[in-house]
């Protein structure tokens, strides 16, 4: 039986006034460079959505993972991009586009990739998350839920085929050199989440059924680990497989309804929730934000992409949007203090070091009484005395 991959491969290459929206013409160009490498037979079907300003490239193929004529494809694609996007002045042209040449694989160079590959089923319902002004580890929790919580996933419970568990393979994003480790809920559920707690340096990269049955994918490229400074927070994508023996496509979609608080935001420096919604409001404006999440169901059938479904586009999650907006907007109110600001530590990579290096030489090892009338008064006194 032949294997299926789904690429998803993305990268910001530029958006129309500020970070907001990915322009139309880098849809079109896009298009037309896949529709090329379907020509190629370099993949088999694709689709090109955008979330916020990040443009996602969903391809499938029967090549595997890490593919090199698949990333070439998407790599060319955004090369292309770029330079259309720097024509017409679009804010942060190229943004992502770290590396200059492409070496076999998008991976440090700046593009985000999740990858799956499986045999499919007789039916084979997926989505695709799709997150803007976020960080990986903004998966962790609500991947967690889907097959680790019986509160969200019934089917934890009530289906023997997820009754025994899942397996989570984790990356320490934070090491240069690939890091992972496995656990499997339920038995290891609390050690789990002493990792997945940690969003910043611990996040989840694939799931698998106890079988080994592959199910969850999530890309774990941090942008300021390869470009050594803040260019643009990661963004990343999931592709998850639903139904049949996994968790139904309700159960997986359950686990974004908090919305819980994610690192991003402006300037990649706050905390804020991550709003579900449709395509129509993939556009981050409020304080270049909040961040939101976008989710478009496939069905892969022979290799082929049949949809997508706007998974979000529903009145059902207007409740979580609203509860989100108030957490925004009480979050606000807080401006430069922590927690809406992250702290110092993981704004490392930001501007702010620059403005800490002034201050630094001016820390003395006493406590500084200011010169004016009143301390020369006290002083005065405090000798008579
Ligand atoms: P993006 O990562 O979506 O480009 O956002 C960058 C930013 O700094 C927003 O304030
Ligand atoms: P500018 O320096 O272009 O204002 O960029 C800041 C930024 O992108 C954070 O959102
Ligand atoms: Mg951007
Ligand atoms: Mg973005």
């Known amino acids: 039986m032949v294997e299926t991959t789904i690429s998803v491969i993305k990268a910001d290459i530029g958006s129309l006034a500020g970070h907001v929206i990915v322009p139309d013409f880098l849809l079109e160009l896009a298009r037309k460079s896949l529709k090329e490498g379907v020509e190629k037979k370099i993949i088999n079907d694709f689709h090109v959505s955008h979330a916020g300003d990040d443009l996602e490239l969903i391809m499938t193929h029967n090549k595997g993972e890490g593919n090199p004529e698949v990333h070439r494809l998407a790599w060319d694609t955004f090369i292309k991009g770029t330079e259309l996007a720097r024509k017409n002045k679009i804010y942060a042209a190229g943004q992502d586009m770290l590396a200059d040449t492409f070496s076999g694989n ?39 839920k889907i097959y680790a919580d019986p509160f969200n996933t019934a089917g934890l419970v009530i289906d023997p085929n997820l009754h025994d568990g899942f397996i ?22 609390y050690d789990l989440l002493a ?64 919305p819980h608080l994610v690192a991003g935001w402006m300037r990649g420096s706050h905390t804020g929730p991550l709003l579900p919604v449709g395509l129509k409001d993939s556009r981050c404006t409020r304080f270049d ?13 022979n290799g082929m992409l049949v949809g997508p479904v706007d998974l979000f586009d529903d009145v059902a999650f207007d409740i979580s949007r609203q509860r989100g907006m108030k957490v925004a907007d009480y979050l606000r109110r807080q401006g430069p203090f922590q927690p809406h600001r992250l702290s110092e530590e993981e704004m490392e990579y930001t501007t702010l070091p620059k403005v800490m290096a002034r201050c630094e030489n001016r820390f003395v090892n006493e406590e500084i009484v200011p010169k004016g009338k009143e301390t020369e008064k006290k002083k005065k006194s405090s000798s008579v005395e």
């Open 106 to 144: 998008v991976k440090g160079m700046g593009p985000g990739s999740a990858e799956m590959t499986f045999e499919e089923r007789p039916s084979e319902p997926v989505v695709v998350f799709m997150a803007d002004k976020t960080e990986p580890g903004a998966y962790n929790l609500p991947l967690y």
């Open 168 to 189: 989570f393979v984790i990356q320490d994003v934070i090491k240069q050199v690939p890091c992972f480790i496995s656990m499997k809920t339920p038995e290891e559920s």
């Open 195 to 258: 990792l997945l707690g940690s969003t910043g340096r611990y996040t989840i990269k694939k799931v698998y059924r106890r079988d080994g049955m592959v199910t969850a994918s999530v890309s774990t490229d941090k942008l300021h680990a390869i470009a050594g400074k803040y260019v643009g927070k990661d963004d990343p994508v999931a592709i998850v497989r639903a139904h049949s023996g996994l968790p139904a496509m309700g159960e997986v979609l359950e686990a974004f309804t908090l």
């Open 289 to 301: 934000g909040p961040p939101r999440v976008v989710a478009l169901g496939f069905q892969v059938s």
